[in-house]
């Protein structure tokens, strides 16, 4: 099916650029397959809009994510580099002060470097060189920031060109569609205890729930539904950027942070919502397309092996610019042999405690074959769907293949340490200051669409002290207080269903405080909010 996609592809018009300083586009989307597109062969109309816009560029069929959930793949996006060297692989991980990344890159040559991604206050994105989170742009739905600043901000003689990097995270669980489409879903059956779960929690723990096999379709449905509503925002962007003259004059690259199960192996989700990393196909294989007419090869499929750490030398070969010597990735448009690629995953990704941060699943792919550090050896070529294991009737390629994994691993180890030599991970000191509580703000209002109905609690400290959390919330017959504790300098609570979060309005004003769980409290001041 792939392989007639060239033919279609090759209609699409590409015309020459016509500035010397291009735009950059980095559109990434959550936990996306690269099976839901139309150009990756999916034949149930899910991305129209992509699929036409792809024939002005270049669609690489085999492109993998370097990790199983965000942090990890959206920083070797933006750095080049494998997480082990960039640092950010782990709970509440910073990348260093000094790691080069495409937004500090930018900001050098003179671009517009907006932030609009409203969850990057979270320690992962630190020291990417973001700024703060231009919320001025925001509105009700998750697609306002971007629309609203192309709205602005496009357009004018004297204006510098632009960096926008905007992470979609509409596919993340939960997997919402309207009461009108779910009644078509469903075709008058009911909603099994798993669809129930994926539906109303962003983490479903792996074993929590059970799925059955009448579920597959009820899955697919809801999945591809967000796949469309991704689609049409990007047809928005696109006819955006057209009204306002820049579509030619501005490279972009779609891609996405992983992949998602949707029981290709028993389950759903990935290593952040199943807590249970594991790093199969349908977790790391990810769609990446680029254009910038007159300069990416126009309606080509590249099928060669590429890495989410190749697209900051794409973007940097593409304007002309010297790629740093460490940077692990290669570019997209050079014609390189096949090279081997790698992977890892803290066991629980974003929600991983401290008992567990030790345990990780790590892989290497090479040509046909892929072992995972769990034992298992699978040759793609026979087996895309990773169905059957291989590793006893494959002792020679096992040894090999889990020595090459073990050198990548101490040599990203030691070329992290080289470059940045004395750098600590600020979240591994000790706190011996009072808390300050940095998220929410104090008399902050919270809207739902905003913050995709996830509750942060964030403060000052670190991830090996243990806190409590002091809470006064309400007045009158709606009043309730209390103390708990919590570990690590930040707390999650949610995604909740939009009819909750309007419930909790009933509940207003929220208050609470922090400090270390010791025998002399040291409380921080109080924040109050309000939903």
């Not at 024939?55 to 580099?81: E, H, M, R």
């Not at 750490?309 to 448009?333: H, M, N, R």
């Not at 994994?405 to 470059?419: D, I, Q, Y």
Request: hydrophobic content about 35%.
């Amino acid at each position: 099916m792939i392989r007639t996609l060239v033919f279609s592809l090759a209609f699409g018009c590409c015309l020459a650029s016509s500035g010397n300083q291009a735009n950059v586009l980095l559109f990434t989307i959550d936990s996306c397959r690269a099976d839901r597109f139309g150009i990756y062969g999916y034949e149930k109309n899910t991305t129209p809009n992509v699929d036409q816009w792809a024939k002005a560029g270049t669609v690489f069929t085999n492109a993998y994510s370097t990790s199983a959930w965000t942090a990890p793949g959206l920083v070797s996006i933006l750095s080049g580099l494998y997480p082990p060297v960039h640092g950010v692989n782990n709970r509440d991980r910073m990348g260093p002060p000094k790691l080069a990344t495409l937004p500090k890159l930018f900001k050098q040559k003179g671009y517009r470097v907006p932030n609009l991604n409203f969850f990057t206050f979270a320690p992962y994105y630190r020291n990417l060189g973001l700024g703060k989170v231009e919320r001025e742009y925001f509105g009700r739905r998750a697609e306002d920031p971007f629309l609203n600043w192309l709205e602005r901000e496009l357009g004018g003689q004297d204006r510098p060109p632009f960096f926008l990097w905007f992470h979609v995270t509409t596919v993340h669980q939960p997997y919402r569609t309207s009461p009108e489409k779910l009644e078509l879903i469903l075709n008058g059956a009911e909603l099994s205890h798993g669809i129930q779960a994926v539906m109303n929690g962003a983490i479903v723990p792996y074993g929590s729930t059970h799925f059955q096999e009448s579920d597959r379709p009820v899955l697919d449905a809801l999945y591809d539904d967000e796949i469309r509503r991704v689609d049409r925002f990007f047809g928005n962007v696109l006819t955006a950027l057209r009204e306002a003259g820049e579509l030619e004059n501005t490279l972009i690259v779609m891609t996405a942070d992983h992949g998602e199960e949707l029981l290709d192996h028993g389950f759903v989700g990935h290593a952040s919502t199943s807590l249970r990393a594991r790093i199969y196909e349908e977790f790391i294989h990810i769609p990446l397309v680029v254009s910038w007419p007159g300069k990416v090869p126009c309606g080509e499929i590249n099928p060669k092996r590429v890495s989410q750490i190749d697209i900051l030398p794409t973007i940097a070969q593409l304007l002309g610019w010297e790629i740093p010597d460490y940077v692990q990735g290669k570019s997209l448009l050079d014609p390189s042999s096949e090279r081997q690629l790698f992977f890892e995953s803290v066991v629980a990704g974003n929600q991983t405690t401290r008992e567990r941060e030790n345990i990780w699943t790590r892989g290497v792919l090479h040509h046909n074959y892929k072992y995972i550090s769990t034992g298992e050896l699978y040759d793609l070529a026979k087996d895309p769907e990773e169905q059957v294991d291989i590793a006893n009737s494959e002792p020679e390629i096992v040894r090999r293949l889990s020595l090459d994994l073990g050198s990548w691993l101490r040599r990203s180890v030691k070329l992290h340490t080289e470059l940045f030599p004395s750098y600590q991970n600020v979240f591994q000191r000790r706190s011996k200051k009072c808390p300050a509580v940095h998220t929410p703000g104090n008399h902050s209002v919270l809207d739902y669409d905003l913050h995709t109905g996830a509750l942060l609690f964030g403060w000052t400290g670190d991830m090996a002290t243990t806190y409590l959390i002091e809470y006064d919330i309400g007045v009158g017959d709606h009043h309730v207080a209390g103390t708990y504790e919590v570990d690590g300098n930040h707390q999650i609570l949610g995604p909740f269903p939009r009819e909750l979060w309007g419930n909790l309005k009933a509940w207003n004003p929220f208050r609470f405080r922090v400090s270390p769980k010791s025998d002399e409290p040291c409380w921080s001041r109080w924040t109050e909010f309000e939903f």
